[in-house]
């Protein structure tokens, strides 16, 4: 499966940007966004279910990033909110073989190219 992220750009603090990934074709698994800023290892983002009905978010984003996903269209969002200048990164998205949440990015098969989301101060 192929998986295309985009949506990112540049945007001043506070303000909001919503990322999408689109799969190569039906995905009734597990669905993560990851971010990766310069110098810095990955780390988890978010996560969502096959359903869209459970959710993780890492504690830095919670109450600013909300995931959802359109089964129907392959696609999953990561709409932000409130963006602060450590968020800075690229975001990208990942697939889970298998069921249940996870936040080790070893734990996802699929990756997508990533894109580039850049908050200024």
């Known amino acids: 499966v192929q998986l295309q992220a985009s949506g990112g750009g540049l945007v001043q603090a506070g303000g909001s940007l919503r990322l999408s990934c689109v799969a190569s074709r039906r995905t009734f698994t597990t669905m993560g966004w990851f971010r990766q800023a310069p110098g810095k290892e990955r780390e988890f983002v978010v996560a969502i279910n096959w359903s869209g009905g459970s959710t993780e978010y890492a504690d830095s984003v919670k109450g600013r990033f909300t995931i959802s996903r359109d089964n129907a269209q392959n696609t999953v969002y990561l709409q932000m909110n409130s963006l602060k200048p450590e968020d800075t990164a690229v975001y990208s998205c990942?697939?889970?073989?298998?069921?249940?949440?996870?936040?080790?990015?070893?734990?996802?098969?699929?990756w997508g190219q990533g894109t580039l989301v850049t908050v200024s101060s």
């Open positions: 990942a697939m889970r073989v298998g069921v249940g949440i996870r936040k080790s990015p070893d734990e996802y098969a699929y």
